[in-house]
């Protein structure tokens, strides 16, 4: 736990987190964990990233992850089977694994939702394709369905990572300075966001604002206060 200045406490993991990504387009994941914030942190051993094909859980000789719907309809729709042997191959391994189902009619994740799931010690998205994936999937499979917003992508990749980089920054030791989660958009004691700049002091004919420049910095907090625009935060569960 990190103890803020307002008192407020920002709960922040000190497990070692395992991220299991169950997809058919790995390469989408690997281009981005090994970069940036993500990639330092499996570098300091804080985190690590596994990626797992469902078509290696197949029995049919083309390593079909799809079939048609029942009932009829248009698209393909992921098969139940595969996903269900790869979640279980990995809690044969890890012992229990926290499974999430990307899916545009899951819950809206939010900060809230961060912080929760930081506390899980191994955490596997699956990551769907096609028209969607068997509702079996949802029902007996994962532990929750989360969407990232109202809108439809080509495939879970993309929402995972989002997921998984709002949770790694969230781990002790991740971003090196507990400081910079206290001023973050969604942090628990930020009510607000006000504009930023730095350098050049003039770009074009656009100034930075005099205030930032004097090194007041009781009327730089005034310019702050008043220039701020209110953060609206999911409940608290």
């Not at 000789?61 to 042997?85: A, T, W």
């Not at 994962?142 to 929402?159: F, H, M, R």
Request: charged share 25%.
């Amino acid at each position: 736990m990190v103890k803020l200045s307002s008192g407020k406490s920002f709960a922040i993991t000190i497990l070692y987190m395992k991220f299991y990504f169950l997809t058919i387009f790995s390469s989408m994941i690997e281009g981005y964990v090994h970069l940036s914030i993500l990639g330092r942190a499996e570098k300091k051993n804080l985190v690590s990233y596994h990626c797992i094909n469902p078509r290696d859980f197949t029995n049919d000789p083309h390593k079909s992850v799809d079939d048609i719907p029942y009932g009829g309809g248009p698209g393909m729709v992921m098969k139940v089977e595969p996903l269900f042997r790869a979640v279980e191959s990995i809690k044969e391994k890890e012992g229990e694994v926290y499974t999430i189902l990307l899916s545009a009619k899951g819950k809206e994740f939010t900060q809230n939702d961060a912080l929760r799931l930081a506390k899980k010690k191994n955490i596997a998205f699956i990551c769907g394709r096609y028209q969607g994936v068997d509702e079996r999937v949802a029902d007996y499979v994962a532990d929750e369905e989360i969407s990232i917003g109202k809108y439809v992508l080509t495939g879970g990749e993309l929402p995972a990572l989002i997921i998984c980089d709002a949770l790694v920054r969230l781990t002790s030791g991740v971003l090196g300075n507990s400081e910079s989660l206290k001023g973050e958009s969604y942090g628990e004691s930020c009510e607000s966001s006000h504009p930023l700049y730095t350098r050049p002091e003039i770009f074009h004919d656009w100034k930075v604002p005099e205030v930032l420049l004097g090194g007041n910095h009781a009327h730089i907090e005034k310019w702050k206060r008043e220039n701020s625009v209110p953060i609206e935060k999911d409940e608290k569960k």
